[in-house]
């Protein structure tokens, strides 16, 4: 059974390149979000793409060594494009939380 780890509403952009996309950017951001599934008996219960065995930490730390997308979906011919995608959506939305003073 996959599980669903997103219990938030992924919000429009109001960076001004993406506003102008309207509601199709918006649209866009949310079919990326399902292709990140959990698992817990699959690699720990860490978020993996599309239930295969391919961490999504994986994929970040390859585009973060500087390796290009193209390359990336040539080592691992069941990616995406989307995939990858979907990748950075969730590290932004992991990225993204308010981070609560005492007051």
Not at 21 to 50: V, W
Request: charged share 20%; hydrophobic share 40%.
């Amino acid at each position: 059974m996959w599980l669903s780890p997103f219990l938030f509403s992924p919000v429009p952009s109001t960076n001004s390149r993406l506003a102008n996309r309207g509601e199709h950017a918006y649209a866009e951001s949310m079919s990326y979000l399902d292709r990140i599934t959990f698992n817990p008996k699959q690699c720990g219960g860490r978020p993996c793409i599309r239930g295969m065995r391919i961490r999504v930490v994986d994929v970040l730390d390859l585009l973060a060594a500087g390796v290009p997308e193209k390359e990336i979906l040539e080592d691992y011919p069941d990616l995406e494009t989307g995939d990858i995608r979907a990748c950075l959506q969730y590290a932004s939305a992991q990225a993204n939380h308010a981070i609560l003073q005492p007051a």
